[in-house]
């Protein structure tokens, strides 16, 4: 199995609003994807930004690249992103993994 994990922030004020829009987005688009074995989505707030972690679960990397494109280490963007305005980070991380345990 892959995971694939994601980090973008938001200003506080539009926390509400981006956990909602990324749920919409990136998170229905990842389960949509087929192959997707889930999604799930860390939110903390850090001062006056709300960060959010994004792990993506893939039977394989062709599934990753199903849902992110050939440059799949590249950060998946949508257009109303900007509206949050995000601070994404361009690159993204697979990793190999055998299980994943609750902590």
Known sequence: MIVRTWHGCVP????EGFARHLQKTGVEHAEATSDSLGAYVRR???GEWEHFFLATYWRDLEAVKAF???QY???VTY?????FELL???YVFQHNVETV???
Do not use: K, V, Y
Request: glycine letters at 8%; charged letters at 30%; hydrophobic letters at 15%.
């Open 73 to 75: 280490q590249m950060a």
């Open 12 to 15: 506080t004020r539009h926390g």
């Open 44 to 46: 903390e707030t850090q």
């Open 68 to 70: 992110a494109g050939e």
């Open 101 to 103: 345990s609750p902590l």
């Open 88 to 90: 994404s980070d361009p």
């Open 79 to 83: 257009p109303d992103d900007e509206q």
